[in-house]
């Protein structure tokens, strides 16, 4: 029998009890306000559709596509935005949909890119966090699971693009 490369560490139904979760916190944050999802491409593509279901809010959204980090991003913090926004968010609330903080580099940068162009409120939902590899000080204002160092696949998150279309998350096993 082929042995798996992989081993689970949040099944579907986990990830979805929590997003319903997650939905009933924004709206009520919200208070019948409408919002402008911001979704980081591609990996937030799976939470942010399921997650923007479950709003009950007016809801707009957005698509950005930032570089992931290559070594040179990782050492500077810069973050190349290889698609941006198709509209003027002057005045608008903002939520960025993410799928992971890790350094929090991204974030960092998105959040004051974005602040600069004058919303009227921003902040950033993460389906996952893992604070042991921050590098700079960042706190999501909506956060699904808080998981340890580890590489994980599914429910967006690819590995050189593979596992993204998995139900679950899930850490990859080293090969051997
Ligand atoms: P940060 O700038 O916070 O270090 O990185 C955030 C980005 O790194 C995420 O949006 C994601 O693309 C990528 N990333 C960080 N950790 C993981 C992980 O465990 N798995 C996958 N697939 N991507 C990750």
Redesign the pocket.
């Known amino acids: 029998m082929k042995q798996s490369n992989r081993e689970e560490l949040l099944s579907a139904a986990e990830i979805a009890g929590r997003v319903q979760e997650l939905a009933a916190e924004i709206t009520a944050a919200y208070a019948g306000r409408k919002v402008l999802l911001v979704c980081?491409l591609k990996?937030?593509v799976v939470f942010a559709s399921d997650l923007m279901r479950r709003l009950d809010l007016p809801v707009e959204i957005d698509f950005m596509a930032v570089s992931?980090?290559g070594s040179e991003t990782?050492s500077s913090g810069a973050?190349r935005i290889l698609k941006d926004l198709d509209s003027s968010i002057q005045g608008k609330e903002l939520l960025i949909v993410?799928?992971?903080?890790?350094?929090?580099?991204?974030?960092?940068y998105l959040c004051k890119n974005l602040l600069s162009r004058k919303p009227k409120s921003l902040k950033v939902v993460t389906l996952?966090d893992?604070p042991a590899?921050r590098?700079v000080e960042?706190i999501p204002d909506f956060c699904g699971f808080e998981i340890p160092d580890?590489?994980?696949?599914g429910y967006g998150?690819?590995?050189n693009e593979d596992y993204r279309h998995l139900p679950g998350i899930y850490v990859l096993k080293p090969e051997n």
Do not use: N, P
């Not at 993410?98 to 580099?105: A, H, P, R, S």
């Not at 580890?150 to 696949?153: C, I, L, Q, S």
């Open positions: 980081v990996g937030a992931s980090y990782a973050v993410e799928d992971i903080v890790d350094t929090g580099l991204t974030l960092d996952l893992k590899r590098r960042f580890r590489f994980v696949v998150l690819d590995f």
